[in-house]
């Protein structure tokens, strides 16, 4: 467990060190002079001259050269100062807090939806097998092969244009969570609903499971406490795994919906060349990433304190 | 029975990726005409005989353009694939035989890119060259190979403890020799497995890239970046926004069912 967490440790560092290091490459290899970029993004087009770009110049130690300005960078990220966003001038740290909650409204909601969906689907195609088991298959391989914002893109058609049941894009209510929702959760449990399943059929193919029917426990009785927890562990670590098509899927799922997440601001930021955006949402997902993988390290730990499927 | 679906599964998968092949080479050779061709006289037009899956809204040859499109995605799925897959074999094989300071300075890279999850590592590759395919294929090969080293690693470690490999070494052969004779057989199927699962990785982070307008620039033909130029006219001609849709699912679905292994059987 120490080790493990050790590597998170260590993992973290690397995320940090990783995404500033690309993002100063990037903020290095983009054509013009930089300082007259700030300028122009600072105080409008019109008002760029020579004195202005000189000002932001002295001000940021544009004129170091390229190691001593590595240096500055990293050490900059590392006190916590991530710089203002070239387009809008904010901080960029009050920019990420405020997407960050709407990332987090959205992902929670995708997960829960598609445990809900996921468990009791893959629970019951184990239970009863046969076509309805072979009907769930097919169904999961197709929607599996339909990318994230695909299914997004269908679940706006369907229920957006055509029913109208639901507002196509934006934020500010409930309704409007419900579509992206959707689209992630059904993505998410077109995987896991199968791993549900394996999961489940070896649970009550074991001989502890035969054993607690024949003793004359009713069904429920059975899964409530021979099931679940033996379930629980495997499937508590195939979310971890799954962790890395959450947050592809978020931010798929928020630049379809315009939804004002994390995901969004990095490929707008992407698109507007808005270098210190890109570096701190890269970051804010790398670290929340690394954070979620060992809070799901410690549930299965919890889960099964023997510790053996741990690594 | 269970062995019989899985072959039709994989037969399937098989079948579909070649007729997407088929058509994608395929009209480059037989068809004339390119895909990036405007033509303001034939914008929006439904399926006929000169225009065999009609026109998009530039009056652009949509048959033309989705091979070109689903060209790009096979072609950069298979570098991506063939890319990962040696290198992560060949360090596989290093850190596993070798062990030692390799293994800890390869098991450190893989737990650096591990760190961040894919699609965003690749979409920064992206922002530092904007539309250049060489990047993306970089990029993705970078964050792929990593499953294959891991792969490699476990499996022979595994099997570098069984008496045949042990009796093989006692006799002297060679590294070349336990890994074609030992090493390649355990590997290669399950390999393959990842593989196909690399290929629609690869082909589905592109056209998330061009999805979110980050990935290959237009004019160049790309199949997620087609789905976002055709949203708008999904109500004149919701046909046109069906066939991007539809071939990139079927390219992933043929990828995917290719790599089932033991009718999604636990790993």
């Known amino acids: ?311 | 029975m269970r062995e019989r679906t899985l072959m039709n599964a994989r037969g399937l998968g098989l079948l579909l990726l070649t007729v997407l092949c088929v058509y994608s080479f395929g009209t480059s050779f037989l068809f004339a005409g390119d895909g990036n061709s405007q033509n303001l006289n034939h914008i929006l037009s439904i399926p006929n005989a000169e225009f065999l899956l009609g026109t998009d809204h530039f009056g652009r040859n949509m048959w033309l353009r989705l091979a070109d499109a689903l060209q790009l995605s096979l072609f950069l799925a298979l570098a991506c694939v063939l890319t990962s897959v040696v290198t992560g074999v060949i360090l596989g094989v290093l850190a596993a035989t070798r062990g030692g300071w390799i293994d800890r300075l390869i098991d450190m890279l893989v737990t650096l890119i591990m760190a961040l999850p894919g699609l965003v590592l690749v979409m920064i590759f992206a922002s530092i060259a904007p539309g250049s395919l060489l990047v993306l294929y970089i990029a993705i090969a970078l964050i792929q190979w990593v499953e294959y080293f891991r792969l490699t690693r476990a499996v022979i470690q595994r099997v570098d403890t069984s008496p045949a490999v042990e009796s093989s070494r006692l006799m002297g052969f060679g590294l070349w020799y336990l890994f074609r004779r030992h090493y390649w057989p355990v590997l290669a199927p399950q390999l393959l497995t990842l593989a196909a699962f690399g290929a629609a990785n690869a082909v589905l982070m592109m056209a998330s890239l061009g999805f979110v307008y980050v990935g290959i620039q237009p004019p160049t033909a790309e199949l997620g970046q087609m789905i976002v130029e055709l949203f708008p006219y999904y109500q004149e001609a919701p046909w046109l926004l069906a066939q991007p849709l539809l071939a990139l699912a079927l390219l992933v679905l043929a990828f995917h069912l290719c790599g089932r292994r033991g009718a999604d059987a636990p790993d």
């Open chain 1, 1 to 311: 467990m120490t080790q493990l967490l050790f590597k998170r440790l260590l993992q973290l560092l690397g995320v940090a060190w990783g995404v500033s290091t690309l993002t100063f490459l990037l903020m290095r290899s983009l054509p013009g002079d930089m300082a007259y970029r700030i300028a122009a993004g600072r105080y409008g087009m019109d008002a760029v001259d020579t004195t202005s770009a000189d000002l932001v110049r002295a001000e940021l130690g544009l004129d170091q050269g390229p190691f001593r300005a590595y240096l500055q960078w990293f050490s900059d990220l590392l006190t916590g100062n991530l710089g203002n966003s070239l387009v809008s001038g904010m901080p960029v740290v009050d920019e990420l807090w405020h997407m960050l909650s709407h990332s987090f409204y959205l992902a929670m909601a995708g997960v829960v939806l598609s445990m809900l969906i996921a468990v009791p689907l893959g629970v019951a195609t184990a239970w009863w097998g046969g076509w309805f088991d072979r009907l769930m298959l097919t169904l999961s391989t197709l929607m599996r092969a339909l990318p994230v914002f695909v299914t997004g893109l269908l679940v706006i058609i369907l229920f957006a244009l055509e029913l109208q049941w639901f507002p196509v894009a934006g934020f500010g209510s409930v309704s409007h969570l419900v579509l992206p929702a959707i689209a992630l959760g059904l993505s998410l449990a077109a995987v896991s609903n199968r791993v549900v399943h394996n999961e489940a059929r070896k649970v009550m193919q074991s001989p502890f499971f035969e054993f607690a029917r024949t003793k004359g426990l009713s069904n429920w009785q059975v899964l409530y406490r021979h099931g679940v927890r033996n379930l629980a562990v495997p499937v508590v670590a195939f979310m971890g795994i799954q962790l890395i098509m959450l947050v592809e899927g978020v931010v798929m799922i928020e630049s379809l919906f315009s939804w004002p997440g994390v995901g969004h601001g990095l490929a707008h930021a992407i698109f507007a060349r808005d270098i210190p955006v890109i570096q701190g949402a890269a970051l804010m997902m790398g670290i929340l990433f690394v954070l979620l993988n060992t809070a799901v390290d410690i549930a299965c730990y919890c889960l099964d304190p023997r510790g053996g499927r741990l690594q």
